[in-house]
C-alpha cells in the first residue's frame, strides 16, 4: 500500500514502518486529553474504527482489508447457526 505524501520523513520514504496500537485510545481522547504529551505531538492521523468496535473486529479489519459483516469476526466469542459458542480467536499462551 503507498504512503500518503505526509508520512515521508525528510523526503526519503522509509522502508518500513511500524504500527502502535493502543487499544481503546480514541483520538478524540487523545486531542482533548493528551496535553503537551509526545504522542499527540507525534500525531500524523487519525483512525475511526468498525462496528462493532471491538479489538477483534478491528484489529481483523485493520490486517485484512474487509468490514467484519465479510470477516465475520464480530467480537472475541460468537455463536454458530444451532446456538453454539465458538471462540474464533483464541486467547492461547504460545
Known amino acids: 500500500m503507498p504512503l500518503?505524501?505526509?508520512l515521508s520523513l525528510d523526503g526519503e520514504r522509509p522502508g518500513k514502518i511500524?504500527?502502535?496500537i493502543?487499544?481503546?485510545?480514541?483520538?478524540?481522547?487523545?486531542?482533548t486529553r493528551g496535553g503537551g504529551s509526545r504522542l499527540l505531538a507525534a500525531r500524523r492521523g487519525s483512525l475511526t474504527s468498525v462496528f462493532p468496535s471491538t479489538t477483534a473486529s478491528a484489529v481483523t479489519t485493520f490486517l485484512t482489508g474487509l468490514a467484519p459483516a465479510v470477516h465475520g469476526l464480530n467480537g472475541w466469542v460468537t455463536r454458530d447457526h444451532l446456538g453454539e459458542l465458538i471462540l474464533p480467536l483464541p486467547m492461547v499462551a504460545e
Not at 493502543?22 to 486531542?31: K, N, S, V
Open 4 to 6: 500518503r505524501d505526509g
Open 18 to 20: 511500524v504500527l502502535l
Open 22 to 31: 493502543l487499544d481503546g485510545l480514541g483520538d478524540a481522547y487523545l486531542r
